[in-house]
């Protein structure tokens, strides 16, 4: 999907490097742990829970959506969930939303209207174009 978009142009409802923008956002588990750091949990622990242990371990810096460069071997699970997110379609991202709060919950949710807009918007057109 990232490789379509980037090389041909091609996304479905959404831009796959967009969902994987949203994925890295911060977010606030719902039990939090006192020894653990709250920058470590991200949305993408939401859809493959394991993977906030796995997240805590990090040494290094966490990715974040301005910086979106994982380690290799945290990558698949990335691509994992932006097939899982892609595939369910715009009602898992206000899913996803519930599980933010604060200032991110608002930038999660703003981001959701606009890519939910453009998505509707680009359908049109392309319906305009079979005609």
């Not at 490789?3 to 994987?20: F, K, L, R, Y």
């Not at 750091?37 to 959506?65: A, F, H």
Request: glycine content about 6%; proline content about 7%.
């Amino acid at each position: 999907m990232l490789h379509d978009e980037a090389e041909h142009g091609i996304q479905n409802w959404v831009s796959p490097s967009e969902i994987a923008r949203l994925l890295l956002m911060r977010r606030v588990p719902k039990s939090f742990p006192d020894r653990c750091k709250q920058s470590s949990y991200r949305v993408l622990g939401v859809i493959i829970p394991d993977l906030d242990d796995v997240l805590k371990m990090e040494t290094r810096e966490l990715p974040t959506p301005a910086n979106p460069i994982l380690q290799l071997h945290l990558r698949p699970a990335l691509l994992a969930d932006v097939a899982i997110v892609e595939r369910a379609g715009p009602e898992m991202l206000s899913m996803l939303r519930g599980h933010m709060m604060g200032e991110n919950k608002a930038r999660f949710g703003n981001a959701i209207e606009e890519i939910v807009d453009c998505g509707r918007q680009s359908q049109r057109f392309s319906q305009l174009h079979l005609i």
